[in-house]
């Protein structure tokens, strides 16, 4: 699909989300290359957040700094950062396949389905590469909360964490708050299945488990997310009437 990004050194045609958000990226990087924290955007309005109101913190997020390294491989500019994510998003969802026992070539399968299913695909052309690398995740995140509820540990909690910690920095807290959402429901689920065979004390175990580890995704991604609760009282996109002066949409 990307061949002539990965290949021949060309970029796609820009859709007006990345033509909004070029600038943005460019004082940014400038920033950083200058030793600064890009905290601050001056040209619009009267100035606003540039890392709180998510325009630029691609530095906070841990696989950014691998992609870097092999940016060669993937293309120019920001794309190397996402077309990175439809090979992980393949690669998650393959072992998750073969975690329910599903033959290599059917895993392969769901794996190359979901990577380059139209709702992925779609995202790196409207400029949505955010809401792609939090996609991403939702596979591996499936995967290892089941692997805890097999076998309920510390380190298999703290893998968790770590990676959902990873869902949250991806910068698209919607995609995240999905994540949440369906480990909740999962485990909704089996502790309605645990009261039914009489099994609530492993249940248990891997809630309180699981509960622990969302304390440590939280305490990882606390850079991102304070910030950016913080400047939602006063974004139209935030917090109903409930903002600074009524900030925000109902």
Not at 50 to 79: D, K, M
Not at 94 to 106: E, K, T, W
Not at 122 to 131: A, E, M, N, P, Q
Not at 186 to 203: E, Q, T
């Amino acid at each position: 699909f990307f061949s002539p990004v990965v290949l021949k050194n060309m970029t796609l045609s820009p859709a007006a989300d990345m033509m909004a958000v070029a600038g943005m990226n460019k004082m940014g990087e400038e920033a950083i290359s200058q030793g600064r924290f890009p905290l601050w955007n001056p040209t619009l309005y009267c100035g606003l957040p540039l890392f709180a109101s998510l325009q630029y913190a691609l530095f906070t997020y841990p696989p950014e700094y691998v992609i870097r390294v092999l940016s060669y491989i993937f293309g120019p500019s920001h794309y190397r950062v996402w077309l990175f994510h439809y090979l992980l998003a393949g690669l998650f969802t393959y072992l998750l396949a073969r975690h329910f026992q599903c033959s290599r070539v059917g895993s392969w399968i769901a794996g190359v389905a979901y990577a380059f299913s139209p709702q992925l695909l779609v995202l790196i052309d409207v400029g949505h590469g955010s809401k792609l690398m939090g996609m991403t995740y939702l596979p591996l995140i499936w995967l290892l909360i089941d692997r805890l509820r097999q076998r309920p540990s510390l380190g298999r909690a703290a893998v968790l964490g770590a990676v959902f910690a990873v869902e949250i920095l991806a910068l698209h807290p919607q995609v995240a708050a999905y994540g949440g959402m369906m480990m909740g429901l999962y485990l909704i689920y089996y502790g309605i299945r645990a009261f039914i065979i009489h099994d609530v004390s492993n249940w248990l175990k891997t809630t309180g488990l699981w509960l622990g580890s969302m304390l440590l995704s939280l305490a990882i991604s606390a850079i991102l997310w304070v910030s950016v609760l913080d400047y939602a009282r006063y974004s139209i996109r935030g917090v109903g009437d409930s903002g600074v002066g009524g900030a925000g949409v109902t």
